[in-house]
């Protein structure tokens, strides 16, 4: 007796949705290789290199060339500080504006995000400019201290005021971004809890703090992490604000500056390679001090 055997069924469009799926991403498929994945393994490559008329492999030595220069602590000294100043100030701010702009009896609502959202899409060499022109000594700064009786302060020329001038900066182009960001999170959280708190008793501080800061636990710390990576990057503003002078004692270089200078000053390809992977790894290990700092976000 025969056994026919059966036939395997098969889904004869499948194989041209995958070649179409696959014809719809491959142009970012080929952009992501280009632009960021090759990049990626070019610049580690390089870290273990010195660059010159040709190629030579030293191993470890750019890191410890950098290790070795005091300029390179002293770039991260300073965008520590520029960058924990900003983001506090910033995500308390932000959540201030946003909880505003959330309340039911605020009109124009569309009007103040547009205004607050402005910074974000404003060019930051523009910014940077424009603050520069601010914090000059007869800039506009100064002259509202001395408008109420106070002695001008040196912005541009004092270390510790060259961090405050920054810092100020930063906190102006970025609250923009974070005030949109957790009215986003507000507007997720059901109008029915806080209906039920005020059924309770809670008074609005307590369900500011009992409720909306906890149900925006996940957008809070998204927001510090991100902020974060971009303050360890930054560049444009003490860029704009002193070139690549460092400012007085060395005050105002920070880590993307001191980048630029190794690579395009210096020509030294192989130990800013270097410099960007440590880079990477401070973003890294800030990242995931956040993350365990903030628990499980999803909770």
């Known amino acids: 007796m025969q056994i026919k055997k059966e036939k395997k069924t098969s889904v004869p469009w499948l194989g041209a949705y995958e070649r179409s799926a696959f014809l719809f991403s491959s142009p970012f498929i080929l952009f992501f290789a280009l632009t960021i994945l090759i990049p990626v393994v070019v610049s580690f490559a390089f870290s273990f290199m010195r660059i010159g008329y040709s190629l030579e492999f030293v191993g470890l030595q750019n890191y410890i060339d950098i290790f070795r220069d005091p300029l390179f602590f002293q770039s991260y000294y300073n965008i520590f500080i520029i960058m924990v100043g900003p983001i506090p100030v910033t995500m308390l701010l932000a959540l201030f504006f946003a909880v505003l702009l959330n309340a039911p009896k605020v ?6 995000r547009t205004v607050y959202y402005i910074p974000t899409v404003t060019s930051t060499v523009a910014v940077a400019s424009v603050f520069m022109t601010f914090f000059n000594p007869t800039g506009i700064f100064n002259g509202f201290l001395n408008l109420i009786g106070l002695d001008s302060v040196q912005w541009l020329s004092d270390p510790f005021w060259i961090r405050v001038s920054m810092i100020v900066t930063t906190v102006w182009m970025s609250i923009g971004y974070n005030t949109i960001l957790f ?4 507007q997720g959280i059901s109008k029915e809890v ?9 008074s609005k501080f307590r369900q500011f703090f009992n409720l909306t800061v906890p149900m925006l636990k996940p957008v809070i710390l998204m927001a510090t992490v991100l902020a974060t990576i971009n303050g360890l990057g930054s560049f444009n503003v003490p860029n704009i604000f002193f070139g690549t002078s460092n400012g007085p004692d060395n005050s105002a ?7 630029y200078k190794t690579s395009f000053e210096m020509v030294n390809f192989g130990k800013a390679s270097a410099i960007a992977w440590t880079m990477v790894l401070v973003s890294g290990v800030f990242s995931a001090i956040q993350f365990k700092l903030g628990g499980n976000a999803n909770e």
């Open 107 to 112: 009109k124009g609502k569309g009007f103040f």
């Open 183 to 186: 009215l986003a999170g507000l």
């Open 194 to 202: 806080y209906e039920s708190a005020e059924i309770d008793g809670a």
């Open 253 to 259: 270089i920070v880590v993307g500056v001191q980048l």
